[in-house]
C-alpha cells in the first residue's frame, strides 16, 4: 500500500503513541515528547507544506518560541514546559499538513489499523494492565458525589485520551457508514461497542461535548421537534436527579450523571470551577509583561498546588495558553478554530458527524484541554471527513 507524507506522518504517530503507551506502563520515558523533537524539525523543512501555510506557520512558531524562551531565562528550563511547547506547536504543524489538500491521498485501511491499535492498547485493562491511578470509587459511601469515579484506560496514559480517541474515530466511521450507505446491522456493530468502551474509560468530557454539540446542531427551527424531545428529557432528569442516582449508584453510568446533581446543588465542587477560580486568581496579578509574555506552562502546576492542594494545570486550552503563553498565541489559537470552521462552514453545518467532530475539538479544548492529549493523530481523521465529504479546500489567509 503506497503512503503520501501526510499517511506517512499519522502512521509513524501511531506506532510511536503505541510505543509511548507500553513502555511508559513499565518505564517513565517520554518516547512520544522526544519523537515530537524531531517532528518540530520536519514541519519548518521549507517546502514540508505549501509556502503560504508555512510563512503562517513560523509565525506562529515565533509567538510561541519568544513566550517560551523569555519563560525559560526568567524562570528556569521545566521539561513539563518543553513539552506543552512541542505538543501545541505540533498541533498547528498538523493542521496545516493534513490541511493541504493538493496531494493527501485517503487512506481508510490505516484508520482502521488506527482502532485496531487502540482497541489492543485498551484491552489491557481486561488483562490486568491499566494505567489508572486513581482506582474505582464507585459504590464507596461519601458525601461528595463527585468523589465516586470508575476509570479504565489500559496501556493509554490517561482515560481522557483513550476516550478522545475513541469518540472521535467512532464519528468518523458513523460518517463512513453514512456515506456508503451501509445498513443499520452494521451502524449497530460499530457503534455499540465503541460506545460502550468509551463510557468505562469514565472521563465525562466527551460525553459533555457530545450532548452539547448536539445542542447546537439542531438548535434550528427546522430540528425544532429535536431539540425539543433534548429539553424534556433534560428537565426530567434534572427533576428525577436524586432517583437516578440511585437507580445507577453501583454503576458507571453513576458518575455520569453525578455531574447534573452537582451543578444544581453545589456548583462550587466541580473540579473545573476550582481550577478555574486558581487562573482567575493568578491572572489578576498579571502585569504587562505576563500579558505579552504569560508565566510559563510550568507555572500554572505551582499556582494550582498553591492554591488548590494539586500540582495540575489548568485543565482549558484558552486559559492555560494565555496563562502560559500570552494574549497573542490565544488569539492565534482561537483563530485557528475560527479559520477552519469559515473555510468548511457549509460541510461542517450540514453533516452532524463533522459538525460533531469539529464542535468536539474546542468544546473539548474549553472543558478538558485538546492539544495536549496527542490529538495531533485526530486531525488526520478530520481532514479525511472533509474530503471524503467532497468538500476539499485549503485554508488561505
Request: charged residues 15%; glycine residues 4%; without cysteine.
Amino acid at each position: 500500500m503506497k503512503l503520501d507524507k501526510r499517511s506517512i506522518i499519522f502512521l509513524l504517530n501511531i506506532l510511536v503513541f503505541s510505543l509511548d503507551s507500553v513502555l511508559n506502563y513499565f518505564y517513565d520515558f517520554p518516547v512520544f515528547v522526544v519523537s515530537l523533537l524531531f517532528y518540530f524539525v520536519v514541519l519548518i523543512v521549507p517546502g514540508f507544506f505549501s509556502f503560504k501555510k508555512y510563512h503562517s506557520f513560523l509565525i506562529i512558531i515565533l509567538f510561541f518560541l519568544l513566550s517560551f524562551i523569555f519563560n525559560t531565562f526568567r524562570d528556569g528550563f521545566y521539561k513539563e514546559s518543553l513539552s506543552d511547547f512541542l505538543f501545541i506547536i505540533s498541533f498547528f504543524g498538523s493542521f496545516y499538513l493534513f490541511s493541504d489538500s493538493i496531494s493527501l491521498k485517503n487512506n481508510n485501511k490505516l484508520i482502521l489499523f488506527f482502532l485496531l491499535t487502540t482497541l489492543l492498547l485498551f484491552s489491557g485493562t481486561y488483562l490486568g494492565f491499566d494505567q489508572n491511578k486513581w482506582g474505582n470509587t464507585i459504590g464507596l459511601k461519601t458525601d461528595d458525589i463527585e468523589f465516586s469515579r470508575s476509570y479504565r484506560q489500559g496501556f493509554f496514559r490517561k482515560a481522557h485520551i483513550a476516550s478522545y480517541f475513541f469518540t472521535f474515530t467512532l464519528l468518523y466511521f458513523m460518517n463512513r457508514l453514512k456515506s456508503l450507505k451501509a445498513n443499520k446491522l452494521t451502524y449497530i456493530v460499530t457503534i455499540v461497542p465503541l460506545t460502550y468502551v468509551i463510557f468505562i474509560t469514565g472521563s465525562r468530557t466527551p460525553i459533555v461535548v457530545m450532548f452539547l454539540g448536539l445542542i447546537l446542531f439542531y438548535f434550528k427551527i427546522k430540528y425544532l421537534k429535536y431539540l425539543i424531545i433534548f429539553v424534556v428529557l433534560s428537565v426530567g432528569l434534572i427533576i428525577f436527579i436524586d432517583e437516578a442516582l440511585v437507580l445507577f449508584s453501583d454503576t458507571i453510568i453513576y458518575q455520569y450523571i453525578t455531574i447534573i446533581k452537582t451543578i444544581f446543588s453545589n456548583f462550587e465542587r466541580l473540579s473545573r470551577i476550582i481550577i478555574w477560580a486558581s487562573w482567575w486568581s493568578e491572572v489578576k496579578t498579571f502585569n504587562l509583561i505576563d500579558f505579552v509574555f504569560g508565566r510559563g506552562f510550568n507555572a500554572s502546576t505551582v499556582a494550582n498546588q498553591k492554591n488548590v492542594s494539586n500540582s495540575i494545570w489548568f485543565h482549558n486550552d484558552f486559559l492555560s495558553i494565555f496563562y502560559s503563553y500570552g494574549i497573542l498565541p490565544l488569539i492565534i489559537y482561537i483563530n485557528l478554530f475560527v479559520n477552519i470552521y469559515k473555510k468548511h462552514k457549509k460541510i461542517i453545518r450540514s453533516n452532524i458527524f463533522i459538525f460533531l467532530t469539529f464542535s468536539g475539538f474546542w468544546l473539548s479544548a474549553f472543558f478538558n484541554g485538546f492539544y495536549y492529549y496527542y490529538t495531533v493523530i485526530l486531525l488526520y481523521l478530520f481532514y479525511t471527513m472533509i474530503y471524503e465529504s467532497n468538500e476539499v479546500s485549503d485554508i488561505r489567509d
